[in-house]
């Protein structure tokens, strides 16, 4: 056997795959489902075993934290090397709701092995994808020779991720010291596909709101009254059809102010990404692409901001046909955002555009429920570039780029503790989140874990955070 | 006394007053609701009182109709005189539902004679408006000694009006051989004002439909996917907002082909009507005004065609919000047709624009819901002429013209009978119909027997059908 570190990784993961997975198997069977009440003790039993897993692979600080909802954990393990950069891994151990009668083959709980799979509610998202740490650290000291990691070594593994995070933002406010880091490293997210290993680079955000529109006190008769007093169903079908022009462009003025676009080089390795527009098409459920003009789909999906009709209601939706002009209408509307777009500036965009709209007649409520921020990290970013290398060594295979057009709780880390954010994942699309019979590839699992053992030493040595 | 025959009329109708209200009142006391399947033997019951009045009238034919619903009364009296004109008179003798409950300071189906006026569910709408033409044949007799009325008179008074008439057109086919005419007065309309006597001259006919839309095969994410597939909310909002320019013009290609334009004389007219755009907004629930550019609010309501959205429906409409693209909207419209449109012409020219607009990937599918024909008599009708002299000779005043922006069975008479449709009616804004203490103003109520009176005698004396 060499002893070339890529070669001790690789047979430190191997020597340990079956113990790897047998642990895996067993936090598995705790149904730690997040938005089932009756899960709750579950899901605390989880946490603990996590915890407890954490302690066994040498994390001198592993510890269950409560917040308003259901506990996290946190573990920390200090790399003892002054300057070292300090990483925090970010996951959950919460599970999406699962029953045999949504289709299983197998029981959700009980973790089945079959073609070099693992299936079960959780297995790809994210317990899974959380555990290779265990064995990537390991695999970490085991071919440099050290007793503790060559980076400051934190994870966060909450609980309530598949029920929206709700306390997640108040949890890392009330802990940011504990928490203080160089970057996150997100596994909660996946690659291209099997046979394509890729880094994700960016998160789109999101703000959303609900536009009420009011126009006559009641319902009134179209035949008295239609065609000579403002309709707010018409008023919402007018908003709604103004925010795209032609080109399907977002014409609220301002909404591109900012905007980071994307580079040639970006573009150019987008481009090169096998992608089969039939077959992501049948994915989204769709027969047919529409979107902004001078972009591709991918570059729509992951680089552009939009605007989204989510609901639109107004007026007599019941058989047949009822001749009124309607009280009321409401619009949903979201808004997802790319690096550079400042959420507060769009809200007031869309405020403003809105009320120069409506015509004398309507009054409006206009209600955001939040924004979460994008995250993007640029392609030469050295941290990035760490990953970048590390995942190439563990999957001997050139490492392309891909970003998420999704927005999630990564933002929230990069806010309150003012760090890049970067992705390591080794899901693919077929892992099947949220669906029945969820897995895992157990190659792709392993070389996650290879990954993250390439990963600390590749960092420590290349990336100097305090010194940029 | 004089021997006028206005003063004949006068005194006849005076000196019967009393017992002509009491026998409105009995009639009053049948509560015809159509709409409430435990009414039906009222609504019968009401036929059958309103046929014996008709006989106890004169009138040598008067007849209960069954039809596939509700049964109505058909009631005939020739006039013996060679030429003369046949006119048939309409209205209903159903009535809306009513409950003290809802408001009423008394009993609906007890009527209460206060300030010269008589509550009571259908007092205006529309039992008093049919038995006022019971007096006013008597009293045409009376003022020109006739044993018979001077026309052709026959009446056709439905029990199905407010709920729909959904078998209305049948029964006029079926027997449409003994309602052959030369005119229909409908008389269930009323007047601009207790001080502003009017004939209404047409009423816009009226067709409607619903356009479902289909995108994705189901909800989709709209991170994943937002942004680079076309949203069927979208889409339905784009539909409706194009339905209109920025001039509130219908942008439908050929949807104002053949309209019957307003001439200058009819817009003063109109003009001349003592019209409070401030108290017309309070009854329409609005706050302000708005419709198609170059119109009065009048113009607009009465002698424009339009285009409304009655409800518009796609996608989340719950609490807080939901980040997906629907899969689908649904579009209700409805469009108030003028004299020379065609409805058939209009429903392709919509399904044509519809089409023609939605991108690649919404499939969709559009169902029109029937047609009413619009009706419009030329003010220089002559059978007009007469109901204006008739009525300006009952109430004293000029006579000024209105028309209805609504739609009824008016279309159907003028269509399955082939016959223009003129309108007397005397009832006032503030009657309440379909409302609580819906009531009528006992000398309007008069007048309109007065006016009845004189009709038939001048029509018979200027009006030749045959030849014109
Ligand atoms: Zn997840
Ligand atoms: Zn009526």
């Not at 506990?71 to 200090?78: G, K, Q």
Request: charged share 25%.
């Amino acid at each position: 056997m060499s002893n070339h570190p890529d070669s001790v990784v690789r047979a430190h993961v191997e020597a340990h795959r079956s113990d790897f997975l047998d642990d895996l198997g067993e936090w598995l069977r705790i149904p730690s489902v997040s938005a089932d009440p009756d899960r709750a003790g579950d899901v605390r039993r989880s946490a603990e075993w996590l915890a407890a897993a954490l302690t066994a692979t040498g994390f001198p600080v592993a510890e269950v934290w409560e917040s308003d909802g259901l506990p996290a954990v946190f573990a920390e393990w200090p790399s003892g090397e002054p300057g070292a950069p300090t990483v925090l891994i970010y996951g959950h151990h919460d599970v999406q709701p699962a029953a045999v009668e949504d289709g299983w083959d197998t029981d959700p709980f009980e973790p089945a092995v079959r073609d070099g799979r693992m299936y079960a509610r959780g297995a790809a998202d994210d317990k899974g994808q959380v555990f290779f740490h265990t064995l990537g650290v390991r695999a970490h000291l085991a071919a440099t020779g050290r007793t503790a990691p060559a980076v400051n070594l934190k994870l966060l593994i909450e609980g309530e991720e598949e029920s929206g995070s709700p306390n997640f933002s108040a949890l890392l406010r009330a802990h940011a010291d504990r928490l203080a880091c160089d970057a996150v490293i997100v596994s909660d997210t996946g690659m291209w596909a099997e046979d394509t290993p890729t880094v994700c680079t960016g998160m789109r955000g999101l703000t959303d709101c609900q536009i009420d529109l009011y126009g006559p006190g009641r319902d009134i008769h179209s035949g008295s009254f239609g065609g000579a007093v403002p309709n707010p169903a018409t008023e919402a079908a007018r908003l709604a059809a103004a925010l795209h022009d032609d080109d399907r462009r977002v014409t609220v003025p301002g909404f591109y102010d900012g905007v980071v676009e994307l580079t040639d080089r970006e573009r150019e390795l987008f481009a090169e990404l096998p992608f089969d527009e039939a077959a992501w098409l049948r994915t989204a459920h769709s027969t047919a692409a529409l979107g902004e003009s001078g972009f591709t789909t991918l570059e729509r999906v992951w680089a552009r901001p939009t605007a989204e009709v989510n609901g639109i209601h107004g007026g007599y939706g019941g058989p047949g046909g009822k001749t009124i002009v309607p009280a009321s209408a409401q619009l949903k509307l979201s808004f997802r955002l790319v690096a550079g777009q400042d959420a507060e500036k769009v809200q007031q965009a869309v405020r403003d555009w809105v009320a120069a709209r409506l015509p004398a007649g309507i009054r409006h409520e206009i209600r955001f429920h939040g924004a979460t921020r994008p995250c993007l990290t640029p392609l030469d970013h050295p941290a990035l570039q760490s990953v970048v290398r590390a995942m190439g060594r563990a999957f001997g295979q050139e490492i392309r780029f891909t970003r998420e057009g999704g927005s999630g709780p990564a933002a929230d880390l990069q806010d309150v503790l003012g760090v890049p954010v970067l992705f390591l994942g080794i899901s693919v699309p077929s892992d099947g989140w949220h669906s029945a019979n969820e897995k895992v590839e157990l190659d792709l699992l392993l070389k996650g874990a290879e990954t993250a053992a390439h990963l600390w030493d590749d960092l420590a040595r290349n990336w100097h955070p305090g010194a940029e």
